[in-house]
């Protein structure tokens, strides 16, 4: 490709079948899906006039005070439905060149807005996937993976709210499928990960470095084990998710099926940096960098900085004007890539590098610096940790001031013996609460904290019925062999039971099966089981821990990673799953 030529045009996906608003219902439950539908028709499908149509006290509660979880649940299934709009209207189509990059920046693109939906670890997605030149509509398991420190002093100043994730999504059932890894952008204010967004979005250097930073040994981990299932990862996002997204391409290339960053800054490291996990020439070098595309929307602002790699593929998505948004915060925010009069145009890196050289230095590192070192850091290290302790302590800040009011003007109108008793009195419980959380304190510091389940993937949460893993079953096969090596599992190395049950009325079906399981020429015979969704997604991540480590390793590593698997799945298990053999 060449800078001028057109890459992708002439396609029009409707993520729902009407752009127009819909109207309220006054149910709470169902307006919820109503509202997202509207908020996700303006990202999707062009500018409305009538924005104003969807401001209410509950949205600018949502966005600016407190998460309301229905509303992100409505926003799932709101994603689902656009989902299934664009599979009906691809699986029997017909595209030229263009039109099928369209469709794949589009999917990206709705990938890269789906984490501001807070995924849910017990729902699962249907996605559009292109294998072996068919449409096919793959359903996903969601796992969280949290890019915040959860210890060390960093976690200091990180509260619950301010945890950050990316959503690795894995097929499951379609082993032809390929997985996905979806980094988040910059959310709203009353958004999962606001404050640390925002951090590291405005300390210099790259946007995102120190999240990657931090989370990079538990992206390397989930990548690796696809991997070593034969398949590479699809990795996109947008703004901040997308500068994320291109730190794992130049550090993990060569496991990557492709690169999606749309309306993401480029590169700058500040004076002496290094990023020391760039192995992007390296990738070039062995034929292994995968295609990356850099998406910025014409009057994007974001995208205007930063330095992008040669090879990455720089497309400007010019909308028809009609579509476009009015200021620079929507053209930053929309997506245009479903409209058939949209035009995606290749740019040139180097020529991008060039022009902005000058720019990059007055925006990246000194405008950010002073906002960042003048501003955000004094607000986030020592007012906000300030104003969170005083909510979440009312009754301990209220005893310290009227302690302290007290000391100064009631003590020294007292007899000595009365107040000596009275100091003492309101000194002993201050003095306990305060030195339990310097204790706390340290245990964070030096990693004695556990980690907790974040509050925004809580299997309390509410669900959407027809999404949840644990409502819905399915029917899978599975070889002799592998069924053996998840009871194997599962019954000999996680409970310490035998490999066969009991020979009596209750376990007699499973004994027969294991039985005869445990005759290796039956190996590559299968059977059918039919059980809940998340049931079958966990027989299978069972088999590949075992096939990971194999028997034959260390009772202690391997039994670790078996019970974190299955309390995985037992964490957002509403009542005892049914397993059948059909």
């Given at each position: 490709m060449k800078k001028g030529d057109i890459f992708a045009t002439g396609l029009n996906l409707n993520f729902f079948d009407s752009p127009e608003f819909e109207q309220t219902l006054g149910n709470y439950e169902e307006d919820s899906?109503?509202?997202?539908?509207?908020?996700?028709?303006i990202l999707m499908m062009g500018w409305h006039e009538n924005w104003k149509d969807l401001a209410s006290k509950r949205i600018l509660k949502a966005i600016f005070v407190k998460r309301d979880h229905d509303l992100t649940r409505g926003m799932r299934l709101a994603f689902q439905q656009g989902f299934d709009s664009i599979f009906e209207q691809l699986k029997d189509s017909e595209l030229n060149e263009q039109q099928l990059n369209q469709a794949q920046l589009f999917i990206s693109n709705c990938l890269s807005l789906?984490?501001?939906?807070?995924?849910?670890?017990?729902?699962?997605?249907?996605?559009?996937?292109?294998?072996?030149?068919?449409?096919?509509?793959?359903?996903?398991?969601?796992?969280?993976?949290?890019l915040t420190p959860t210890k060390g002093f960093s976690k200091l100043f990180i509260d619950e709210y301010d945890r950050v994730f990316a959503y690795g999504l894995t097929p499951l059932i379609d082993n032809e499928a390929e997985p996905h890894l979806i980094f988040m952008g910059t959310t709203y204010p009353a958004g999962q990960?606001?404050?640390?967004?925002?951090?590291?979005?405005?300390?210099?250097?790259?946007?995102?470095?120190?999240?990657?930073?931090?989370?990079?040994?538990?992206?390397?981990t989930w990548i690796t084990q696809q991997y070593q299932q034969g398949k590479k990862t699809h990795v996109c996002g947008t703004s901040l998710g997308g500068s994320l997204s291109l730190f794992l391409g130049t550090?993990?290339?060569?496991?990557?099926?492709?690169?999606?960053?749309?309306?993401?800054?480029?590169?700058?490291?500040?004076?002496?940096?290094?990023f020391p996990y760039d192995h992007w020439e390296q990738f070039v070098e062995e034929g292994v960098a995968p295609p990356t595309y850099v998406q910025n929307n014409s009057d994007d602002p974001v995208s205007k900085h930063g330095k992008w790699k040669k090879n990455w593929h720089i497309l400007l998505v010019n909308p028809p004007a009609s579509k476009k948004g009015p200021n620079l915060l929507t053209e930053h925010a929309l997506m245009y890539t479903g409209f058939a009069e949209t035009q995606v145009v290749v740019g040139d890196a180097e020529e991008d590098n060039e022009e902005r050289r000058s720019r990059d230095f007055w925006s990246y590192t000194l405008l950010r610096g002073l906002s960042y070192y003048l501003g955000y850091l004094p607000y986030r290290v020592f007012i906000l940790?300030?104003?969170?302790?005083?909510?979440?302590?009312?009754?301990?800040?209220?005893?310290?001031?009227?302690?302290?009011?007290?000391?100064?003007?009631?003590?020294?109108?007292?007899?000595?013996a009365v107040a000596a008793v009275m100091f003492t009195a309101a000194l002993i419980p201050l003095t306990i609460f305060y030195a339990l959380k310097v204790y706390d304190a340290v245990k964070i510091v030096v990693g004695w904290n556990d980690v907790t389940t974040p509050a925004c993937h809580s299997p309390n949460l509410p669900r959407n019925e027809e999404m949840d893993l644990y409502a819905n079953q399915v029917?899978?096969?599975?070889?002799?062999?592998?069924?053996?090596?998840?009871?194997?599992?599962?019954?000999?190395?996680?409970?310490?039971?035998?490999?066969?049950?009991?020979?009596?009325?209750?376990?007699?079906?499973?004994?027969?099966?294991?039985?005869?399981?445990?005759?290796?020429?039956?190996?590559?015979?299968?059977?059918?089981?039919?059980?809940?969704?998340a049931k079958i997604f966990s027989?299978?991540?069972?088999?590949?821990?075992?096939?990971?480590?194999?028997?034959?390793?260390?009772?202690?590593?391997?039994?670790?990673?078996?019970q974190e698997e299955y309390n995985a799945y037992k964490l957002g298990k509403p009542e005892k799953s049914r397993l059948s053999m059909v």
């Open positions: 899906v109503i509202i997202a539908r509207n908020a996700l028709r789906l984490p501001f939906s807070d995924p849910n670890p017990y729902e699962s997605f249907m996605i559009p996937q292109l294998i072996d030149g068919q449409w096919r509509k793959v359903e996903y398991k969601v796992t969280p993976i949290e990960g606001f404050s640390a967004q925002v951090d590291t979005d405005l300390e210099p250097g790259t946007p995102g470095n120190f999240l990657y930073q931090h989370g990079r040994k538990k992206i390397i550090e993990l290339g060569s496991m990557l099926s492709r690169v999606d960053a749309v309306n993401s800054p480029g590169e700058y490291e500040p004076w002496f940096y290094n940790p300030a104003i969170r302790f005083v909510l979440n302590n009312k009754w301990a800040t209220a005893l310290t001031v009227l302690f302290v009011l007290a000391s100064i003007f009631v003590l020294p109108m007292l007899s000595t029917t899978t096969s599975f070889t002799y062999k592998e069924i053996r090596e998840y009871y194997k599992a599962k019954r000999c190395t996680l409970k310490g039971k035998e490999f066969l049950p009991e020979d009596n009325r209750k376990n007699h079906e499973k004994r027969e099966m294991l039985s005869y399981s445990a005759d290796e020429s039956h190996d590559k015979e299968q059977r059918e089981v039919r059980a809940s969704k027989m299978k991540q069972t088999i590949q821990i075992m096939g990971r480590f194999g028997l034959h390793a260390p009772t202690t590593v391997l039994k670790t990673a078996l």
